[in-house]
Structure formats: structure tokens, C-alpha cells
């Protein structure tokens, strides 16, 4: 039996640590039928150098393409006989692999899930079709006002740092990459010491644990993967996008990371922007009809933190949005309404405790912190965390994020001048 986990907090996940550093988190979930199974890898678009940027995405996309014993079409009817929902995704931290179904074919989801991850051959004639899909994502992607803005953003954030490069890559890279690039970063990439497999539902550990060994005990073991802490740079990127009738903005500040004391600022962005009687929707579009909508939350993340705040106005209106926006940052650094405070931490409360009831959020939330903390946070842990913030802690994680200055990404239709006043109205001077 492989050694169990030092610090696995939570008492309700079971972890494993295979021989060669792979580690298996299995979620207990007796009163459900399904199953959640991932496969989590830690490489994701902050490991890629400037050259290879994408090719983790493209690997996502391609391993669903064959493997040593089956072709496109069987992995897709293997999955579906069993009437499974087979899904992928490609993050800045990381990438991962899903299947969900019933709970009595969660082991055989392991296997399922090892031979794409494992056995993927990544045909040429695959990848050149592949390739053109991709680039078709990417013309999604630079058609989208919001999408664009928030590469904006990242770039504002973080500058040269990997973390402020987009996931999908550049069109230049897409077009570039050959099979020897794909296969050799999986090889590189795909190791034990970065390999989480994780199973939510109506299972048996021990199961689960062999299962994985089965499909991953042979894996090279290698060095985990690490990305030094990006440093926060600030400022204002703009694209004026031709047709486009709205600015669409996003506006954010540097949070702690996920193994630093963070909470003050998750509780901040639920104070300010949570919600229908919220500050940010209660000013901007109630009180000033400047947006149909807008948004605050937290990314926190094994190296870095964002607090960002979303919304989409009108060109003419762009001056207006701004100076409320740094109004009511500069507010709540300075007092907290007690009524806003008890809604904000009942809120984020609730969301920790609706995300623990989804198999799919548990399991990819458990994956992050072994990633991140070496061990997975039980519930009351996090609760405790946000019940204990108080006013004084949102009120400094304000000033501390005023005093770091913005980061601005805007996009979509827009006029210089607007850009030059938006630029002034969230100067760290503005704090």
C-alpha cells in the first residue's frame, strides 16, 4: 500500500503517494451515483517559454487523438458506451483530463485516462487538422473584446513573466510546433512528481489506489514543476477593436498567493462585488446606469494572486466608470460598512460550501492545493479562514492593493483620451 500523505488535512480525502511520486486523491461521496475522475498535471502556459507558448494547449487537444491501442473515434465510443462525459482543460498552473459517470466505472475511467494520458501517439496527419482547429480557437479568442482585454490585463499584471502569457499560445507557435516538440515535452512534462489522479464519489479507496497504480505506477518520476512568484508591475494596456460598440475593462491588483494569507482579500472582493446589492452593481448600475453589469472576484493560485474587477460600458461613458471605480476603492480602504462585511463572508461561506458539494469543484480544489501546499484543506479550515477576517483586514487588503497600483486591460471601442483618463483616474497616486 503506497505511504499515505503526511498533512492531508481534510478527513473526509484519502491521499496516496505511489512509488514514484504520483499522487492519488480519493473523495468518499457515499450518497451520490456518479463519479468525478481527473487527471491533473502540473504544466500549464506559466512553465512554457516564450517559443513553446501553446504547446501544452495543443497537447490537450491532441491527446484525445489516438493512442497505442485505439483511435480518436474508440476513445470517444469507449467513454460514451458507458455513458461518460469526457472533458479536458489547459490553465496557467496546470492541465487536466475528466471523465464523469457512474460510480462503479471509476476505476475503469482510471485506465481510460491513462491511456490518453500516457499512450497518446499524436499521428501527424491528427496534428495538422488539429493545428488548424486551434488557430480557429485563437481567431475566436482575438474576435472577443473581454477575451482580448483580459490578455491585456495578464500582460499588465505581469509584464515579460510566464504567467502573463495566454494559454492558447501565439498563432506563430501553433503554426510551428511538429510532433518531435509535443512528444518531447511530455516527456518532460508528464512525470510522476506532477501527475495528481483524483476520484470523487461512491467509491472504494483501495480500488481507486490500484487502479491508478495500474495506469501510472510506471510513470518517470523526475522534478516537480516550479515557477518563481511573478513580480507585479501595474499600468495600462489598450486595443481599440473596430466595430465594437463598448469598452470592455478589466481592473486588478496583486492578492497572495495560495499558501499565503489570503483571505482578507477573497472576503474584499465579495464586499465589494458580489451580488446585486453590492457596491460595485449597486453604484455602477443602479445608482449611475453606467454598465449592464459587472463582476469582482479572487484568483488565487499556487504562485500569484489577482483581484479583478469586470465590466463592460459604454466608449463615452469609460471616464465615469473609472472614477467611480477608484471612489469606491479608496472607500472601502478607509471604512467597511458592517452590514456589506456580514453579506460578504455569509457569501464566500456559501460558495466554499456549494463547490464542496459539486464532485467535479472538490476534486479540482483538493488537486490545486496538493499542488500548491503539499496536503488538501478540509472544509472548516477554509470557513474558519474566512469567518475570521474583520474589518481591519479588509481594510488593509484594500490599502495594500491601492498602494501596489492597477493593472488595466481595456478593449473594444474606445478613444485615446478615454484611455489617458481611465489611466489617471487608478494611478496608485489615487489611493
Known amino acids: 500500500m503506497p505511504r499515505s500523505a503526511p498533512h492531508a488535512n481534510d478527513t473526509d480525502t484519502r491521499v496516496a503517494v505511489l512509488a514514484n511520486g504520483v499522487r492519488v486523491v480519493v473523495i468518499p461521496l457515499p450518497h451520490v451515483a456518479t463519479a468525478a475522475v481527473s487527471v491533473f498535471v502540473r504544466s500549464g502556459s506559466q512553465h512554457e517559454r516564450p517559443d513553446c507558448n501553446g504547446i501544452g494547449h495543443l497537447i490537450e487537444h491532441m491527446a484525445f487523438k489516438g493512442t497505442r491501442t485505439r483511435d480518436c473515434q474508440r476513445i470517444n465510443l469507449d467513454a460514451e458506451r458507458l455513458g461518460a462525459e469526457v472533458n479536458a482543460h489547459t490553465d496557467k498552473d496546470h492541465t487536466a483530463f475528466h471523465m464523469h459517470g457512474r460510480a462503479g466505472d471509476a476505476c475503469a475511467f482510471v485506465g481510460m485516462l491513462a491511456d490518453i494520458v ?27 473584446p473581454m477575451a482580448t482585454a483580459f490578455e491585456l490585463f495578464d500582460r499588465a499584471c505581469f509584464g515579460t513573466h510566464p504567467a502573463a502569457r495566454p494559454v492558447i499560445g501565439s498563432r506563430a507557435n501553433i503554426r510551428g510546433f511538429a510532433r518531435d516538440d509535443i ?39 523526475a522534478r516537480g514543476n516550479a515557477v518563481a512568484p511573478p513580480a507585479w508591475v501595474g499600468g495600462l494596456h489598450s486595443r481599440h477593436m473596430r466595430g465594437a460598440s463598448q469598452a470592455h475593462v478589466v481592473v486588478g491588483f ?53 483581484f479583478v ?24 480602504a478607509t471604512e467597511t460598512d458592517p452590514v456589506g462585511l456580514e453579506r460578504a463572508r455569509n457569501q464566500v461561506e456559501v460558495g466554499l460550501l456549494r463547490d464542496g458539494e459539486a464532485a467535479d469543484k472538490r476534486l479540482e480544489s483538493a488537486a490545486l492545493d496538493m499542488f500548491a501546499l503539499g496536503r488538501v484543506r478540509a472544509r472548516d479550515e477554509r470557513v474558519a479562514a474566512i469567518r475570521a477576517v474583520d474589518a481591519a483586514d479588509v481594510r488593509d487588503a484594500f490599502g495594500r492593493m491601492l498602494a ?14 478615454a484611455v489617458a483618463q481611465v489611466k489617471r483616474a487608478l494611478r496608485p497616486s489615487a489611493a
Open 118 to 144: 500516457r499512450a497518446s501517439t499524436f499521428p501527424n496527419a491528427e496534428l495538422e487538422r488539429e493545428r488548424g482547429v486551434v488557430l480557429h480557437e485563437l481567431t475566436d479568442v482575438e474576435d472577443d
Open 183 to 221: 512528444v518531447a515535452w511530455v516527456e518532460r512534462q508528464y512525470t510522476g512528481a506532477n501527475t495528481i489522479v483524483g476520484v470523487a464519489g461512491n467509491v472504494e479507496p483501495e480500488a481507486v489506489v490500484a487502479a491508478a497504480r495500474a495506469g501510472f505506477g510506471d510513470m518517470p518520476r
Open 254 to 306: 496583486p492578492v497572495p498567493a495560495l499558501a499565503d494569507a489570503h483571505a482578507a482579500f477573497v472576503v474584499a472582493a465579495a464586499l465589494l462585488g458580489e451580488g446585486m446589492s453590492s457596491p460595485l452593481l449597486d453604484r455602477l448600475r443602479e445608482r449611475r446606469g453606467l454598465v449592464y453589469h459587472a463582476d469582482c472576484w479572487t484568483d488565487v493560485r499556487d504562485a500569484y494572486g489577482q
Open 309 to 332: 474587477i469586470e465590466a463592460s460600458t459604454a466608449p463615452e461613458h469609460l471616464r465615469e466608470f473609472a472614477d467611480e471605480v477608484a471612489c469606491l476603492l479608496r472607500q472601502h
Open 404 to 417: 501596489a497600483g492597477a493593472a488595466v486591460g481595456i478593449a473594444g471601442g474606445l478613444g485615446r483620451s
